[in-house]
């Protein structure tokens, strides 16, 4: 079933169209890769998703309803999450209260932003989170972020957007800068996302991440969208040629009789 | 967290090392001269403390969110120059006046906030500009004279400025404005959703926007509350003292900061603690109290301060990096 569907969706920087046509869905419980080298589009594709701005023309559509996005609120609203390479967490708070961040539990709610935070409901469903989740190295919800590893933060991050329910996950970039090891736990836990029935966009560098999570694959080049393939119907140099641009015509006629 | 756990986390704390160097001091003083616990001394310090320890809450708060306020002595000096020339010269009645002084910070406030957020310039240099503005207008519309403050007894007298003995101790109401200020700091910073959302913007700004936090706005109005903090900070020590001086508050920015990171709260933000700042505000005080007493001369005091304040710092600085060790 169809959870987001971009239609023609358009952004210009002055005179640099950043975006200049960019269409795909994302199905339920669906990976799917956004490809492209530096300037390629990705960011400002996922930038307006997100609602980090707004799209000068074109339609969104979230399980079929046509939806304008015009702030980071409104995506979350929407059951659109994204994380972003590394600017998803606050070091100097709590695991829980960064995973409530924004949402927080209250008592007292009519306080507005005075209200005072609930903090036992706080710990509690943020242990149940992070026992649901599996992060099996018992992290306590009341340690501060900071003293997290990279591949923690990316898994608490995740593991954030699940909890709200998110019908579309957007990945920035989730394993740069993770050693192999913490890799492998991002990517395992991107399937298990995946098998809980969200949709996951994934944006990266490493085609061989991408081989080993994704469902389908997206590329861009230049504010356009190249090539859509499933990941069963090509292989890793085919994928590398296309974000290159070596031989693209061929492979596009290829794309477009599918 | 196990007891044990929370208790050595509790004895790392910037807070804790900040207090036991404030016991510490008082000792030393207290030792050196007796005088030094009397209650005329005491009583003393406990007139000075409210006034620059009100500022320092709010700028707690700022620093928390990852902004910092130098005009806050310039509008300490400002505000209540601005009420006394209203009620002198404007005759206008002394409560309107206060309530102008204090829309005037508000005012002051809002400029510093949206220039910072919605420009984007750092808060030190938009501060340092308004710091001039603030006290060149003060100078200017005093023509550099002080002015005589309110003296006659009253309802805001008594509410600002008002004193009373408890034994041989003698306190100004100003004390209570301290207290209750900062019991509802603390509450904000560490059980409200406010103070949830005042960490994270200071800790990591993109990341509580992309949570939806309105970091701009909760900055805005963080500007807004030092300043006006700062201003009713003024008006109760121009009360106390009778006197309205445009060159009130000079160089208390940097004593109001010194006092919140010699508390524990960190410059760069993310981490602030509003019971450091009590303490730092306490120990700033006692050290300028205490240096004089102990006879250091008066050209030479802030020789000590400075190397009293840094010593502070690389406490902090080694502690922090001890913890990260562990």
Redesign the interface.
């Known amino acids: 079933m169809e959870v987001l569907r971009l239609q023609n969706l358009q952004k210009s920087f002055g005179s640099v169209r950043a975006l200049k046509s960019a269409s795909f869905t994302l199905d339920e419980g669906e990976v799917v890769a956004l490809l492209g080298d530096n300037g390629a589009g990705k960011s400002t594709l996922i930038k307006a998703i997100s609602g980090v701005f707004s799209i000068d023309r074109g339609e969104i559509y979230v399980r079929g309803q046509k939806v304008s996005i015009r702030s980071t609120r409104d995506a979350m609203d929407l059951g659109i999450e994204t994380i972003h390479q590394d600017t998803s967490l606050a070091p100097d708070l709590s695991i829980a209260r960064n995973l409530f961040l924004g949402r927080e539990p209250v008592n007292l709610k009519w306080l507005g932003v005075f209200a005072p935070l609930d903090l036992a409901k706080l710990r509690d469903a943020a242990s149940a989170l992070l026992k649901r989740v599996g992060i099996s190295k018992k992290l306590d919800a009341d340690a501060l972020v900071s003293t997290l590893s990279g591949g923690e933060r990316q898994s608490i991050a995740i593991s954030r957007a699940m909890q709200f329910a998110a019908k579309v996950i957007i990945l920035d970039e989730p394993t740069n800068n993770l050693g192999v090891e913490e890799t492998h736990g991002v990517l395992r836990f991107v399937k298990e996302v995946r098998a809980a029935g969200h949709s996951v966009l994934l944006i990266t560098h490493n085609i061989h991440h991408v081989f080993q999570v994704a469902d389908r694959i997206i590329v861009m080049r230049r504010g356009e969208i190249v090539a859509e393939q499933t990941v069963a119907d090509t292989d890793l140099l085919t994928v590398e040629s296309i974000i290159t641009g070596a031989d693209m015509s061929a492979l596009l006629k290829e794309t477009r009789a599918k | 967290?196990p007891v044990g756990k929370r208790r050595s986390s509790l004895i790392r704390s910037p807070q804790f090392s900040s207090l036991i160097m404030f016991i510490v001091l008082l000792a030393v003083f207290a030792i050196a001269d007796a005088n030094f616990l009397s209650p005329l001394n005491i009583s003393n310090m406990m007139a000075f403390l409210p006034e620059l320890g009100i500022i320092a809450l709010g700028m707690t708060l700022l620093l928390t969110a990852g902004e910092f306020d130098l005009s806050v002595g310039a509008v300490f000096g400002l505000a209540p120059v601005v009420v006394m020339l209203l009620v002198q010269n404007g005759q206008v009645d002394i409560g309107v006046a206060l309530l102008a002084g204090l829309l005037l910070c508000v005012a002051i406030g809002a400029i510093n906030g949206l220039i910072v957020t919605k420009i984007g310039i750092s808060s030190f240099l938009v501060t340092l500009s308004m710091l001039l503005v603030v006290r060149g207008a003060a100078l200017y519309i005093t023509q550099g004279f002080p002015l005589k403050s309110w003296d006659q007894p009253g309802f805001f007298v008594t509410l600002l400025a008002g004193s009373f003995n408890i034994g041989s101790f003698r306190f100004y109401t100003s004390l209570w404005w301290f207290v209750g200020l900062s019991l509802l700091a603390i509450?904000?910073l560490r059980?409200?959703?406010?103070g949830?959302?005042i960490?994270?913007i200071?800790?990591?700004r993109?990341?509580?926007?992309?949570?939806?936090?309105p970091a701009d706005a909760v900055k805005i109005w963080l500007f807004i509350l030092t300043s006006v903090l700062a201003g009713l900070a003024g008006m109760i020590s121009a009360f106390r003292i009778s006197a309205a001086s445009p060159v009130a508050g000079t160089g208390y920015e940097l004593e109001v900061i010194a006092m919140v990171v010699v508390g524990g709260t960190?410059l760069t933000g993310?981490?602030g603690t509003i019971l450091g700042t009590i303490v730092g505000a306490l120990m700033l005080r006692s050290i300028r109290n205490g240096i004089v007493l102990i006879g250091v001369p008066g050209l030479a005091y802030n020789i000590f301060v400075g190397v009293i304040i840094l010593a502070m710092l690389i406490l902090h600085a080694l502690l922090q990096k001890n913890a990260a060790r562990s």
């Open positions: 967290m509450y904000v059980y409200a959703k406010l949830n959302w960490s994270a200071g800790s990591n993109n990341a509580a926007v992309a949570r939806g936090v960190a993310g981490r």
